[in-house]
């Protein structure tokens, strides 16, 4: 069955603008979680959606958003990009909730804010 | 921060044994012990999971001390598709929720042929 899918992979804007980054999970997985992957912080739990309702948020500005739709795909949201903000998203699905779900991640999209 | 600790980089050959250790001495009885592992240039990718027994899958196996405070994921016979940074983790249980991955630096594997 098809993976988790991100789009688009590749992304540059400029400071100040917003971004929208968007996930369709595995079909049947209900729970979608997005992380940042930076070289210097690695990786950081963004947050975790479960059928529409965040369930978990990480420690991450306001400027960070996301939501999740009826069929499971999630997007996320980052306005008034700075440069630091350049980084890999990575979003992941599970089928279940519960700490012996294993999680399915993406391959992520490229953020390069200049 | 991460609650567990791993060697900052192994090294191995091919087609011998690995053991990736990681010790976890603050786990609490719930927590499901996890691992995962990020090729180059790709998403982490999941490998195994165990709360108390050894696990076995057709990647690795996982073999959990008796008090849980350390565990150790092993590679049978590695390949050079092995070449991963390799992360356990900690996935507590949120009552519900799937609980977030919380990730440290990891153990860069390298193999040599």
């Known amino acids: 069955k098809a993976g988790v899918t991100q789009t688009p992979r590749y992304l540059i804007k400029t400071r100040g603008q917003q971004v929208t980054l968007s996930c369709s999970p595995i079909?049947?997985?209900?729970?979608v979680s997005w992380y940042q992957q930076t070289p210097g912080q690695g990786l950081q739990f963004l947050f975790e959606?479960?059928?529409?309702?965040?369930?978990n948020k990480g420690n991450f500005p306001g400027r960070f958003s996301g939501r999740q739709f009826s069929n499971s795909r999630s997007e996320m949201n980052v306005s008034t990009l700075e440069l630091g903000d350049s980084a890999l998203y990575l979003c992941?699905?599970?089928?279940?909730?519960?700490?012996?779900?294993?999680?399915?991640f993406g391959q992520g999209t490229r953020l390069t804010v200049v | 921060d991460a609650k567990t600790t791993q060697p900052n980089s192994m090294e191995s050959n091919e087609e011998e044994p690995v053991h990736l250790p990681c010790n976890h001495s603050t786990i609490s009885g719930t927590d499901y012990i996890h691992w995962y592992r990020q090729l180059p240039s790709q998403g982490p990718e999941y490998v195994i999971h165990?709360?108390?027994s050894n696990v076995n899958n057709r990647m690795a196996s996982l073999a959990i001390a008796e008090d849980r405070k350390s565990s150790t994921l092993i590679l049978h016979r590695a390949t050079l598709r092995d070449a991963a940074v390799y992360y356990c983790i900690l996935r507590e249980n949120y009552g519900g929720s799937q609980g977030n991955l919380i990730f440290g630096k990891g153990t860069k594997l390298s193999v040599k042929p």
């Open positions: 992941a699905s599970s089928s279940g909730q519960g700490p012996h779900t294993e999680a399915f």
């Open positions: 079909s049947g997985h209900r729970s």
């Open positions: 959606y479960f059928s529409e309702t965040q369930r």
């Open positions: 165990g709360l108390t």
